[in-house]
């Protein structure tokens, strides 16, 4: 079962990632977007530790709603809103309860994944966040481990896409042949769900 | 409206510089001598480019006269940051819309609109409405 603590560590161990990472971020995403991507997670997810060492709220879903709150008001870019609203969907469906079971936690993951698809419009394959989390979404059911392993090929296989959606769409071709920075940036934050688990 | 009070508009860009001087032309352009409420909330709170959502929030609390309060965003983030603070409920005023209309173009509509004391559908529909405006 998961508490309200594994997934403090979740977010703990996202924003260390995303801290980590923010250089890459940020190159990944100078080709095809506005060179902030890392930036601006990073600023995102250090307001997330900051509120949750402070409030630190007591259920699995208290958890997510406040740290999606946080990235919905912090971030500044497009990733706020999408992060956001993953977090504080996969969090509304958990509910009250203390703990939660995998498959739980999958079934509301797969809520947030669909709330964020009809926020920003976007569908497997148009080379965005989308390619990452579905993938890991259908592999939750075999652990964290094999979400991860998913949501890392997810994010390697949208280099060769052409963007559809957001700055990305509007270069056409010139976005094939760069990784989504956004795919990228979730499957760090999948990765960082087998962190907090310790695998 | 029968107790006079007008739809109040916020207009949310990347830049703070594009939605102040948008908020100025379709002020200017409404005249008539009637103030109707409008409010920019462009680029970040650190004054960068991009979009904040204390900065949106503010804007229309500070427009709202208990009428509606119509938004009008450019793009990407602003339009997914105005969205995601639909979904939470409690964070902007009652009778909020995200009105999908060109920016410029929709904001004079909408500003016009307002000024003749039209409630937030009639807004809506006239901010909308630039859309199919054809310039060639």
Not at chain 1, 151 to 160: F, I, N, V
Not at chain 2, 9 to 23: F, G, P, Q, T
Request: proline share 4%; no cysteine.
């Amino acid at each position: 079962m998961l508490d309200a603590d594994f997934f403090r560590r979740w977010m703990t161990a996202t924003a260390a990632s995303v801290d980590r990472e923010a250089e890459r971020l940020t190159a990944l995403d100078s080709p095809i977007g506005d060179a902030d991507h890392g930036s601006n997670l990073q600023r995102g997810f250090h307001a997330v530790t900051a509120v949750l060492e402070k409030e630190a709220p007591a259920t699995p879903g208290a958890v997510l709603v406040l740290a999606g709150r946080q990235l919905i008001s912090t971030v500044g870019g497009a990733s706020g809103p999408l992060y956001g609203t993953l977090l504080r969907r996969t969090g509304k469906a958990l509910g009250e309860d203390a703990e939660v079971s995998e498959g739980q936690f999958a079934d509301a993951f797969r809520a947030g994944v669909d709330a964020v698809m009809a926020l920003g419009g976007a569908a497997p394959g148009d080379k965005t966040m989308i390619d990452a989390l579905i993938p890991a979404v259908d592999a939750l059911g075999d652990g964290f481990g094999a979400a991860r392993a998913a949501a890392e090929e997810g994010a390697l296989a949208t280099t060769p896409l052409q963007a559809r959606k957001g700055r990305a769409s509007y270069l056409g071709e010139r976005s094939i042949g760069h990784q989504d920075p956004g795919a990228t940036s979730s499957s760090l934050l999948v990765a960082a769900l087998a962190e907090a688990n310790g695998e | 409206m029968s107790d006079g009070e007008l739809v109040g508009i916020v207009l949310v860009s990347h830049s703070a510089e594009v939605a102040a001087s948008v908020a100025a032309l379709a002020k200017g352009l409404a005249g008539g001598g009637v103030d109707v409420p409008v409010a920019p909330a462009g680029g970040t709170e650190g004054g960068g480019f991009g979009t904040s959502s204390e900065l949106i929030a503010a804007a229309a609390a500070s427009v709202d006269r208990g009428v509606g309060v119509a938004v009008l965003t450019d793009l990407g983030s602003a339009v997914l940051t105005v969205k995601a603070l639909l979904a939470e409920g409690d964070e902007l005023p009652d009778h909020t819309r995200l009105v999908d209309a060109p920016f410029v173009e929709g904001a004079i509509a909408a500003v016009v609109t307002a000024s003749t004391g039209a409630d937030l559908a009639a807004v809506e529909a006239a901010a909308a409405e630039a859309y199919t405006y054809r310039k060639v």
